[in-house]
């Protein structure tokens, strides 16, 4: 299954809203964080109203040395309350007054003075570089607040709680649902696509959350609030207001014009830098094979094409917005120079003060700049879609599910019984054609085959890592598919051809599958597994940590502790592939007597190759073409003259010859 399958290169509008939908409902366990959230927002917004009047007052009281009380009555209210003791004052007291209101606005909303050059603004972003991925690290650790000094401290601190926890819960939503895809989800596609969409799609929720929640309710009643204090204020520039609004339809026309083709952009420059962490993430897990091949040159410069091919996807994303701002602008400046004129006019004819000058040019950048926020609000939101759609489309692959009605499936007493399967690959393939047998407790079951005859394929049809295509398999007469998938595989523990280990302690590797296992069970479980030994050597023994997939250890130890963790399970299927690959022959012959052990209390199941490792057992299936064509102990195969078991252990011995 491809990562992209199903997911359009250029979403709709409707498919967007739809996405941005789905994205807020991940806010309701932080509902009303949210609602703190756009309280403080408009908490720190407020001051705003009474920035630009300390300059107005200076101009026309301190400078131009006008009597307060014969202009009071034209103040709005709430200045006019905070004017009534300066009636009397001196320009001299009136100037003191004034800059000691603006150190309490410093100190609480770090604020002096009118324009936006002037008000501070709390945020923190991390150093990044110029592509999608490095960028998203301050998306998902971002806090701001649109004052500064103590208030925007308060809220800056806030937001960036209130964004980690929102991305700590989206991003571990996606990880709980990656775990429960089937198997063979990422056969098609690479593992680093799926590493990027985790931690550099997710971060997307942020700007959508804030700008679709936030943003709305704080730039309509911003805009509100600031054209009736204009209008109170300086009742004689109404057009004023207007031309400060206009931004908001120029806004909404640029987003029209634009926002399409950022959109689809942003999912090019995203899926540019997965195919950058896919390049990584495959070199590393083969460098092994790249080093003995010396294609080191060869790697060097597929990850140079890939890795400038995703600064080139940014520049063309960041090259987009230049172009859209650079629409946006000329216009702009129209309405800003028509601001400026109307404004000087109405002083030059004496209509407002030298001070008005400065008071209504600050609340007209106020109302534009909040017609802009509004505005621009989709156009700003592209980016954010195309990580929001990546994520949902990796969510909405097909999951493993329970059929309903499904019970847990009770410890095995009997064994497995597998009645004429079938099992074809998504493709079309036919992996196994009519396969049936009997696994009973007690016994050890060896598959036994060509490469590619389906021994695998069939042994993965019993923890239902795949599901049969036709016929029924049932343990102690239950169906399988009838019973939760969680009961099953806790009855069922599978050792992998490849040993999967984690950077962790050898003890809390082999509790993976028992974390409630006593430190006697675990020794118990290794030295059957013929792992207590070397475990022992180790610099700290059962507490040594292994490195990253036990790149510490040998492959024969990773093997033997591979072993250990699912005889120390104790389900009632242990199922093996190739066991004894990696082993020395001592070793072998003590995982083999360790699994007849087992198999006294279990269905044990190996798909061998080495026959060495499944001479003694109780049945041995042999398979070609998806086909068991003969079965019967070693010693009843090899009595059968031109049997196709005993021409594969001719082969073999005349190959270690």
């Given at each position: 299954m491809s990562a992209t399958a199903g997911m359009p290169r250029r979403l709709g509008e409707r498919e967007t809203i739809q996405l941005f939908a789905r994205a807020l409902r991940y806010v309701a366990p932080f509902r009303w964080r949210f609602a703190a959230k756009l309280a403080l927002t408009l908490l720190s917004l407020a001051p705003r109203l009474l920035l630009p009047w300390p300059v107005k007052l200076i101009i026309d009281h301190v400078i131009d040395q006008d009597p307060i009380a014969p202009a009071i009555a034209g103040y709005p209210g709430f200045v006019r309350g905070l004017l009534s003791p300066l009636v009397a004052a001196s320009p001299l007291e009136i100037l003191l007054w004034l800059l000691a209101v603006q150190a309490l606005l410093v100190l609480v909303i770090g604020a002096i003075g009118s324009t936006a050059a002037?008000?501070?603004?709390?945020?923190?972003?991390?150093?990044?570089?110029?592509?999608?991925?490095?960028t998203t690290e301050n998306e998902a650790n971002f806090g701001y607040s649109f004052v500064g000094g103590l208030l925007g401290f308060?809220?800056?601190?806030?937001?960036?709680?209130?964004?980690?926890?929102?991305?700590?819960?989206?991003?571990?939503?996606?990880?709980?649902?990656?775990?429960?895809?089937?198997?063979?989800?990422?056969d098609?596609?690479?593992?680093?696509?799926?590493?990027?969409?985790?931690?550099?799609?997710?971060?997307?929720?942020?700007?959508?959350?804030y700008r679709l929640l936030v943003t709305p309710v704080a730039a309509v009643l911003g805009i509100l609030v600031t054209v009736w204090v204009l209008h109170d204020a300086v009742s004689a520039s109404p057009g004023i207001a207007w031309a400060a609004l206009g931004f908001l339809p120029l806004a909404v026309l640029t987003t029209l014009?634009?926002?399409?083709?950022?959109?689809?952009?942003?999912?090019?420059?995203?899926?540019?830098?997965?195919?950058?962490?896919?390049?990584?993430?495959?070199?590393?897990?083969?460098?092994?094979?790249?080093q003995s091949l010396g294609s080191e040159a060869h790697q060097r410069q597929r990850f140079a094409r890939e890795s400038w091919a995703s600064f080139a996807a940014f520049r063309r994303l960041v090259l987009t917005v230049i172009l859209a701002i650079l629409f946006g602008a000329v216009p702009a400046a129209a309405l800003t120079?028509?601001?400026?004129?109307?404004?000087?006019?109405?002083?030059?004819?004496?209509?407002?003060?030298?001070?008005?000058?400065?008071?209504?040019?600050?609340?007209?950048?106020?109302?534009a700049g909040y017609a802009l926020a509004l505005g621009s609000i989709w156009i700003q939101l592209q980016g954010s879609a195309a990580g929001i759609g990546r994520v949902f489309e990796l969510m909405d692959w097909p999951s493993e599910e329970d059929a309903p009605g499904a019970d847990p499936l009770a410890p095995v007493r009997q064994g497995v019984r597998v009645e004429d399967v079938h099992f074809h690959y998504p493709d079309g393939t036919q992996a196994l054609r009519g396969v049936s047998f009997e696994a009973r407790v007690g016994q050890l079951t060896a598959f036994v085959g060509?490469?590619?005859?389906?021994?695998?394929?069939?042994?993965?049809?019993?923890?239902?890592?795949?599901?049969?295509?036709?016929?029924?398999?049932?343990?102690?007469?239950?169906?399988?598919?009838?019973?939760?998938?969680?009961?099953?595989?806790?009855?069922?523990?599978?050792?992998?051809?490849?040993?999967?280990?984690?950077?962790?302690?050898?003890?809390?590797?082999?509790?993976?599958?028992?974390?409630?296992?006593?430190?006697?069970?675990?020794?118990?479980?290794?030295?059957?597994?013929?792992?207590?030994?070397?475990?022992?050597?180790?610099?700290?023994?059962y507490q040594t940590r292994l490195g990253?997939?036990?790149g510490n250890l040998s492959g024969g130890q990773k093997q033997r502790l591979a072993i250990a963790r699912a005889l120390l399970r104790d389900a009632g299927i242990l199922i093996l592939d190739e066991p004894t690959s990696a082993l020395d022959p001592e070793s072998e012959a003590r995982i083999v007597s360790a699994l007849h052990e087992a198999a006294r209390t279990r269905v044990v199941i190996v798909i061998a190759h080495r026959l060495s490792s499944i001479r003694a057992a109780d049945q041995i299936l042999f398979l070609e073409e998806g086909r068991i064509v003969e079965r019967g102990t070693h010693a009843q195969l090899m009595s059968a003259p031109g049997g196709a078991y005993r021409s594969f252990v001719e082969l073999q011995n005349r190959g270690n010859a």
């Open positions: 002037e008000v501070d603004r709390t945020e923190s972003t991390l150093s990044s570089g110029r592509d999608t991925a490095t308060f809220e800056f601190r806030f937001t960036l709680r209130l964004t980690q926890a929102l991305n700590h819960h989206y991003r571990s939503r996606v990880f709980e649902r990656i775990q429960s895809l089937p198997m063979h989800a990422f098609d596609e690479r593992i680093g696509d799926a590493v990027y969409r985790m931690m550099y799609d997710t971060p997307s929720i942020t700007q959508v959350c014009l634009f926002g399409a083709r950022i959109r689809a952009q942003a999912f090019g420059s995203r899926e540019a830098g997965a195919n950058t962490t896919s390049g990584i993430e495959e070199g590393f897990a083969n460098i092994l094979a790249v120079a028509f601001a400026f004129v109307a404004i000087t006019d109405l002083v030059i004819d004496g209509t407002l003060t030298a001070g008005d000058f400065a008071l209504v040019f600050a609340y007209f950048f106020q109302i060509r490469a590619g005859s389906g021994k695998t394929t069939l042994a993965s049809l019993l923890p239902r890592f795949h599901s049969a295509s036709a016929g029924h398999i049932s343990i102690d007469a239950v169906d399988i598919e009838r019973v939760t998938l969680a009961s099953l595989r806790a009855r069922i523990a599978f050792v992998f051809q490849e040993t999967a280990l984690f950077d962790a302690s050898v003890e809390e590797n082999l509790r993976i599958g028992r974390p409630d296992a006593s430190a006697a069970e675990i020794e118990h479980a290794a030295r059957s597994a013929g792992a207590d030994a070397f475990v022992r050597a180790l610099p700290e023994g990253r997939a036990g």
